[in-house]
């Protein structure tokens, strides 16, 4: 029958079936927790599910992910052991471009002085200097990070990326490892963190880290951009590095605990632009074409693309 | 003996007499109003020179402006009859379509409302349609234009040009005269204006423009974003235009009057970001080697590139 099941909290269940059915009108496909016999149900399409979603479907072929991350999917006790498939999106993926690029060029051209200057009513012309005399480095080489440095580059930036493992990447510089990191770290002005939230990553965005970065660079100071996921950062070492001047600025999309609390002192910290996890929405209509392509190809025998490594936890 | 003269304003001319000499030891470099003998002064190079500096020079043989723009220049009254040279410089180039590329995102992301929602400590995840479904119309497609355009083209956006006279474009829809003018309007969501200052263009932001922007876009309504020259927006039209919806947004860089006046509403107008004419300050040192790169293959006999049509004001 390969039925299909929508696990989603926060999202809506019968939009999600209303879509799926609208590429595949003959699929049965059952919102959480309306899972009929259980047996029937061959895939589970999951975002944020309640406990125990996932529980007991014996005939299960695979685990998609509606985000981009697979973090929280990780976490769940006994995420049933079939492919887990996360999305890798030509849309999602430009969304996140959008971000980053958008968020570089903020810092770049000082613009939370600018719209300070405008407030104020100041007509002060500032030196600026080229981007080709900026240099970025991006924590996080996958789809979102190769994308966004081929953007930065085209920009006219200097571009680094780095990754836990080594990658050739053509046109830009990169670096891997732990002592990779440390010579990134040590060559960049404007950091952009687009990593997996894994054991491995988690809180590596801290005191030890930000020191690191370059203190001679043309803006003034470093910038910290992080639109992968808020456990990546220390917010306590974040403040401190804002507030002792190891940070020049920072732009956060992501933070520890989201909805970000009214009490976060993120929120009116002058040196700081708050976004609230919108980095990168993915366009439902085509995650929903990438979700049944999947379960398509799979059905003719293609098998599954971007299926998840469980050690690495990406 | 060929000796270059420096007239400018609001810059340091000690600093570039310097500069020039840097670059070209034995050469006779003098700073207005210390002209010495007129007749061997065979370049004179002017940024806002004072009314007369550029009078008696008989054996004139070009004048190079300092800026992209050559409005100002073309202003003077008994500007010597030469050839004119505007500044193309990859480097300016690059810092506009820096300034392009970060207005047209800060709209299409929608950053206006973002800060306000993070000043209210508002964690307010909103729609946000793709760059995709965005449309931009670029008014100018001189080397400015042509760069902003394909930056944009890359970043996702549907991009489109207009100039006066019929112009190809790899990759960009073009459009050309008063009728294409109508058409491109009609498909732009996000008016990108980057056009020379020339009696024609003068005042061409005014309200029947404004009117002519598509109204069905996906950001809920037309943005303009002004970084060509002040003189060519109606400011009052463009006013008129924010408070009553015909325009949602718009990044102002350039003003009929710079600095902009401490009572003008733009400063302090909501739906404005104001920048103080800093769209592409170009890097004094690159300019330099532009200016004296061009003196050396015109002393070579290899003649002067970037000349000024006197008539098309550009």
Chains 1, 2 share one sequence.
């Not at 269940?13 to 919102?31: G, H, M, N, Q, S």
């Not at 895939?43 to 007991?56: I, V």
């Not at 480095?137 to 200097?158: H, N, P, S, V, Y």
């Not at 060559?187 to 801290?206: H, N």
């Amino acid at each position: 029958l390969n039925a299909i099941l929508l696990a989603m909290t926060g999202m809506e269940p019968e939009t999600w079936v209303a879509r799926l059915k609208a590429l595949d009108p003959d699929r049965d496909v059952r919102a959480w927790p309306e899972v009929g016999n259980p047996q029937e149900i061959a895939y589970a399409m999951a975002w944020k599910p309640e406990p125990g979603a996932l529980d007991g479907l014996s005939n299960l072929k695979a685990v998609f992910s509606l985000g981009a991350g697979v973090d929280a999917l990780l976490a769940i006790d006994g995420l049933p052991d079939v492919p887990l498939v996360r999305v890798v999106d030509p849309d999602l993926t430009m969304r996140m471009s959008e971000y980053v690029v958008l968020n570089v060029l903020l810092h770049h051209r000082h613009m939370l002085r600018a719209l300070d200057d405008q407030r104020a009513r100041r007509w002060e012309p500032r030196d600026q200097p080229a981007a080709s005399s900026v240099r970025v480095g991006i924590l996080g080489l996958g789809e979102l990070g190769l994308d966004a440095a081929r953007k930065l580059t085209m920009m006219g930036f200097q571009v680094a990326g780095w990754s836990r493992s080594a990658k050739q990447r053509h046109g830009i510089a990169t670096y891997f490892g732990e002592v990779g990191l440390k010579q990134m770290l040590g060559r960049t002005d404007i950091l952009v963190v687009l990593l997996p939230l894994t054991p491995a990553t988690t809180g590596i965005i801290d005191t030890v880290l930000l020191r690191g970065l370059a203190r001679d660079g043309a803006l003034g100071g470093p910038v910290l951009i992080n639109a992968g996921r808020g456990g990546l950062q220390n917010e306590a070492d974040v403040l401190a590095a804002l507030d002792d001047g190891t940070l020049l600025a920072a732009s956060l999309d992501v933070f520890v605990t989201e909805p970000l609390p009214e009490s976060s002192p993120f929120w009116t910290h002058p040196k700081v632009i708050v976004t609230p996890h919108v980095g990168a929405d993915s366009d439902p209509e085509a995650l929903a074409r990438y979700l049944m392509g999947q379960v398509h190809r799979f059905e003719a025998g293609e098998g599954l693309t971007n299926v998840v490594d469980r050690t690495a936890g990406y």
